[in-house]
């Protein structure tokens, strides 16, 4: 599993590899958290999930989405996520601390996440995520 900032003039663009679809979802938000906050959060605190989409694309901007929603709302730095993917669903429980200030200050603000640009791409060896996140 890898995740890569890339070039991107005004917002951040970011690639993550891995193995298995579910490990590609939980190191998508664990990017999310590394942009929002200089780093993912520690386990802790879980918190249930549940999302539908169309397709994988849909299935990560919606996962994303509610990521964005949950750290937001709810306090919570997520740290990665246990979860179950089928046709048109992801389900289970994020994990992650609460927000603090002293420990998760060294991010950007991500205002949303971005369908231009956002792939999946699978090839023999694993699953190639490319999604910018508007900051």
């Known amino acids: 599993m ?4 890339l070039d991107h003039t005004a917002d ?12 590609l979802f939980s190191e998508a938000g664990r990017a999310l958290m590394q942009v929002m906050y200089g780093r993912p959060g520690k386990d802790g ?3 249930p999930l549940a999302v539908r989409g169309d397709d ?3 299935l990560m901007h919606a996962y994303l989405s509610e990521l964005l929603f949950i750290t937001e709302v709810e306090g ?3 740290s990665g996520a246990d979860l179950r993917i089928g046709e048109g669903f992801v389900e289970g ?7 603090s200030m002293e420990a998760h200050n060294a991010g950007r603000g ?14 023999q060896e694993s699953y190639i995520l490319d999604v910018i996140f508007d900051v």
């Open 93 to 99: 429980v994020v994990r992650g601390e609460p927000f």
């Open 12 to 23: 951040a663009k970011i690639r993550v590899k891995a193995g298995t679809l579910e490990d």
């Open 2 to 5: 890898s995740i890569e900032e």
């Open 110 to 123: 991500v205002k949303g996440i971005s369908y231009s640009g956002l792939s999946i791409v699978h090839d």
């Open 56 to 58: 994988l694309e849909s």
């Open 45 to 47: 605190r879980t918190y």
């Open 76 to 78: 919570l730095v997520i």
